[in-house]
């Protein structure tokens, strides 16, 4: 279980870091969401992978998995939630007013390398 999760986090890494290198905005806003799955994904495991047992500690329990890392993730997923939409609003006002979705800020409007 623990080779799957940290393939999955560096399968989301490697992608979102490949999407946010493009030069148009929406991979780069797909890529940072990849991001942010990809840490979130880590945080959540970085409080040891245990199936079946409860957050809180009781006296029935043999064992008992942390909290702290799923409130982590919990308030992870709402900013980033909050910042996607940000940067969503930023990403189109830019394209109404260039009326391209292209990041270089070298070319001239409507120049292709």
């Known amino acids: 279980m623990e080779l799957l999760v940290a393939s999955a986090i560096g399968v ?4 979102g870091i490949y999407l946010v290198l493009r030069q148009r ?3 780069v806003i797909i890529g940072i969401s990849l991001l942010t799955y990809g840490v979130n994904v880590f945080l959540f495991a ?5 199936v079946n047992l409860p957050p809180v500690l009781t006296k029935t329990a043999e064992g008992y998995s942390d909290p702290l890392p799923q409130a982590l993730v919990l ?3 709402v900013i980033s939630f909050g910042m996607s939409a940000v ?5 189109l006002v830019a394209y109404l007013s260039a ?3 292209r990041i270089d800020m070298g070319a001239e409007k409507g120049e292709e390398n």
Do not use: N, Q
């Open 12 to 15: 989301l890494t490697a992608a």
């Open 25 to 27: 905005t929406f991979p």
């Open 46 to 50: 970085s409080g040891r992978l245990a």
């Open 75 to 77: 308030t992870a997923i």
């Open 87 to 91: 940067i969503v609003m930023l990403a």
């Open 99 to 101: 009326d391209t979705d």
